[in-house]
């Protein structure tokens, strides 16, 4: 039986939870290395025998340090895989990764490619970042955290060759990834879901058109004045038969966004939003509930950064919608310039404009006999990413990285 080890440090809870059902099959035990907080998060999504069936090594939040020392030494020692999500929400984190060795067949997870992927300089200057890093792991936050913010980008391409391979979500992103990877590094293409039907919440459809917007409520990363002149003519012609559901925590540039779904309400339209991180089941709940998933994402938006590339989502950097969709069974919208790939063809439907949108809705609205037939298609479609099928891809992976370690 091989040891699998999966090492979280904080940012995608809700990957680990199903990256830790894929890695459980017959063949492996696992161990998650993580956060207690983290842990604590996704800790209810679990059967008690599901849980218990993993070893949980836990580290409170004051010391990371302490979480990478476990899952080195681990790595060192009794595993024989081990499964890293390269994600982070504080300056000290990386600083660690670039350190952090392990001594065992491996597999980065990444999601933004802009960031892994653009290297503008010499591979010699990457490495001589890191005491520079190290001292400021030292420092009081206020002052490294602002010189952290560009050093990173010089550290992220030195982190990828500490391990044998990577994981990309969605396959416009790999194909982005195998053009540019460092020769030797293998590139994977694991969708981070679960289709399991049976641990859904069981919800009552109502009337009309419900459609929710998963995701942060942010203008930056979502055109929602389009979405909002799209679907303001429909509330006045179909007024409760249509629903709209932004389902996401809001940010901090997110006060037009609320003062036009305030306007909404104010005219007796129903749309509603959130004013907190939306707890998984919640989110769950809100999403089964709906017909139809909109995503009115800004694919292509501009960074101004000497390191880093513009952003292109669905091609350098991801998007959790397109696992929704597949996690609860949901037809999607997604802007017509999102890359689009075979695996979208049973989920997905484009639009070009708020009139293009609307138009849509419209017809969603006037014919149920269309939605049902899309949502017939999506149905029959997730039944791949059930979770014997992952599980297959999973030791795949496994099985290919340690033939060629």
């Known amino acids: 039986m091989r040891h699998i080890g999966l090492f979280e440090v904080y940012e995608h809870p809700f990957f680990l939870y199903y990256l830790s059902r894929m890695a459980d099959g017959e063949n ?237 309400t104010a005219q007796g339209f129903d749309v509603r939003h959130r004013t907190d991180w939306t707890p998984f089941e919640a989110f769950a709940r809100s999403l089964r509930r709906a017909d139809i998933l909109l995503d009115p994402v800004h694919v292509h938006r501009r960074v101004r950064h000497p390191l880093r590339l513009d952003q292109e989502t669905g091609r350098r950097n991801g998007t959790g919608i397109l696992f929704d969709a597949i996690r609860y069974a949901r037809p999607l919208l997604l802007p017509e310039a999102f890359p689009r790939d075979s695996m979208l063809d049973p989920f997905a439907q484009s639009f070009q404009s708020a009139t293009d949108l609307r138009s849509i809705l419209r017809t969603l609205l006037e014919d149920s006999a269309v939605l049902t037939a899309w949502q017939a298609s999506v149905t029959e479609a997730v039944t791949v990413y059930d979770l014997t099928s992952q599980q297959q891809r999973f030791d795949g992976i496994v099985d290919d990285v340690i033939d060629e370690y």
């Not at 001594?103 to 890191?130: F, H, K, Q």
């Not at 679907?231 to 006060?255: A, K």
């Open 28 to 264: 492996n035990r696992v161990t998650v290395f993580v956060l207690k907080s983290t842990h604590d998060r996704i800790r209810a999504l679990y059967t008690d025998a599901e849980y218990e069936a993993i070893e949980w090594v836990l580290v409170d939040g004051g010391d990371i340090d302490d979480l990478f020392r476990r899952a080195e030494r681990a790595a060192s020692g009794e595993l024989d895989f081990l499964w890293v999500n390269t994600a982070w929400g504080t300056g000290r984190v990386p600083a660690n990764y670039l350190e952090f060795d392990p001594d065992c067949p491996s597999v980065a997870g990444i999601t933004n490619l802009n960031d892994w992927m653009y290297n503008p300089l010499p591979e010699p200057l990457y490495r001589t970042v890191a005491p520079i890093v190290r001292l400021l792991k030292r420092t009081p936050s206020q002052v490294s955290t602002p010189i952290f913010q560009h050093l990173r980008y010089l550290m992220q391409p030195s982190i990828l060759s500490n391990h044998n391979g990577v994981n990309i979500e969605y396959p416009p992103m790999r194909r982005f990834v195998e053009d540019r990877a460092p020769q030797g590094l293998s590139v994977y293409g694991l969708p981070p879901v679960v289709h399991e039907p049976e641990k859904l919440p069981q919800t009552t459809k109502g009337s009309g058109l419900r459609v929710a917007v998963p995701g942060r409520i942010s203008p930056y990363i979502r055109d929602y004045d389009m979405v909002f002149d799209a679907v303001e003519p429909l509330f006045e012609t179909y007024g409760d038969d249509l629903t709209l559901d932004l389902v996401g925590e809001p940010r901090d540039d997110s006060e037009p966004v609320i003062e036009r779904i305030d306007d909404f």
